[in-house]
């Protein structure tokens, strides 16, 4: 198993950005398919983008498609989520999550493991 831990998380003003990291535990990191996604109160948590083992393929809805990059260092066992033009309804806690190789996958359930999120909040 591994551990995950999210950095990064700020207050911002719309139009601006912030870079989350999601750091990971042991050795195995590259084994694992890597997404973030986020949870506003009172909505369901939703899928913001994902990566490959590889860093070869990367996976995006498009509500943030053309904002935001995933992108990965496997030899620092680091995944990060760069935002760019944030919006109010960017708002929300987002996470980190793994899980063991295999599609890219937009569905909450089928990532194992979890970081215990950071904080992003966008003012207008």
């Known amino acids: 198993q591994i551990q995950l831990v999210e950095s990064g998380g700020g207050l911002v003003q719309a139009g601006g950005s912030l870079r989350l990291s999601c750091a990971a535990s042991g050795r195995t990191f590259s084994n694992y398919v890597v997404g973030w996604l986020r949870q506003a109160p009172g909505k369901e948590r939703e899928f913001v983008a994902a990566?490959?083992?590889?860093?070869?393929?990367?996976y995006y809805p498009n509500s943030v498609k053309g904002r935001f990059t995933i992108s990965r260092d496997n030899a620092k066992n680091t995944v990060n989520l760069q935002m760019n033009s944030l919006k109010p309804e960017d708002t929300a806690v987002y996470y980190c999550?793994?899980?063991?190789?295999?599609?890219?996958?937009?569905?909450?359930?089928?990532?194992?493991?979890w970081g215990q999120g950071t904080q992003v909040t966008v003012s207008s």
């Open positions: 999550a793994a899980r063991a190789a295999g599609l890219l996958t937009r569905n909450t359930r089928d990532y194992d493991y």
């Open positions: 990566i490959s083992w590889s860093g070869g393929a990367t």
